[in-house]
C-alpha cells in the first residue's frame, strides 16, 4: 500500500495512528506529497481526482480517499479488535464521533485558511465567529461525554485525539483545555501512546 501524505495533516495522522494501532504500518509506504487548496497537485491528480490528502492506493492499485474511507479499510486489514465496531449501537457511536471530530477539523481548517490564504482585506470576522462555535461546541460535547474518553480504543477516539494535536499544532482555536478538564486529562493520557508520539504533526 502507498500513502500518499503531509506530516501536518491531521486527516493523514488518523489514517497513520490506524494503521499503528492495527499493526499494519509497515505494511505501507509512505509518500510526501505538498498540496495547498490554491495550487493544485496534478501528479496527486493522477490517483486523486479531488488532489486532497491523504489518499491511499491499495496493493491491488485501487486509490481511496477521504480519511473516512481509508480508516474504514485499514481497520478492514487486521485481525485484531476492530477499531470501529462491526454492528449495533457502539458502531454508529464510533461513526458518530469519528464525523463529529472531523468537522471540529474541518471548521478549524477553514479558519486557518481564512488567515492564512485569504487576503486580510477579504477575510470575514463572522466566517471566523461562526466557523469557531462549531470547534467550541464539539469539544465541549467532547468533554462531557464520559462514555467517548473512556472504553477501549476506537476511531473515534482517534479523530478526536488528531483533531485536538491540530489545533493545538496551529493555535487556531487559543486554549482549548482551561475549561475542559476531562477532556485534556483523556487527551494527555492518549497523546502517550506510541502511535501518537510517532505521528506528531511537524511542518
Known sequence: MKLYYSAASPYVRKCMVVAIEAGIDGRIQ???????????????????PLMKLPTLVTDDGMALYD?????????????????????????????????????ITDAGL????????????????????????????????????????????????????????????RNVAGDIRKTRPKLTAWYEAFSRRPSMQATTPKG
Not at 91 to 99: D, E, K, Y
Open 30 to 48: 509512505h509518500e510526501p506529497v505538498a498540496v495547498m487548496p490554491t495550487k493544485p497537485n496534478t501528479d496527486l491528480g493522477k490517483e486523486n
Open 67 to 103: 480519511s473516512r474511507v481509508i480508516c474504514e479499510y485499514l481497520d478492514s486489514q487486521h485481525a485484531g479488535t476492530p477499531l470501529i465496531p462491526k454492528a449495533g449501537p457502539d458502531r454508529w457511536r464510533v461513526l458518530r464521533w469519528q464525523a463529529m471530530a472531523d468537522g
Open 110 to 169: 477553514l479558519c486557518r485558511y481564512e488567515t492564512v490564504v485569504r487576503p486580510e482585506d477579504k477575510r470575514s470576522a463572522e466566517w471566523m465567529s461562526g466557523q469557531m462555535t462549531k470547534v467550541t461546541q464539539g469539544l465541549d460535547m467532547a468533554e462531557n461525554d464520559s462514555a467517548l474518553l473512556s472504553g477501549p480504543i476506537n476511531l473515534g477516539q482517534i479523530a478526536l485525539a488528531c483533531s485536538i494535536g491540530w489545533l493545538e499544532f
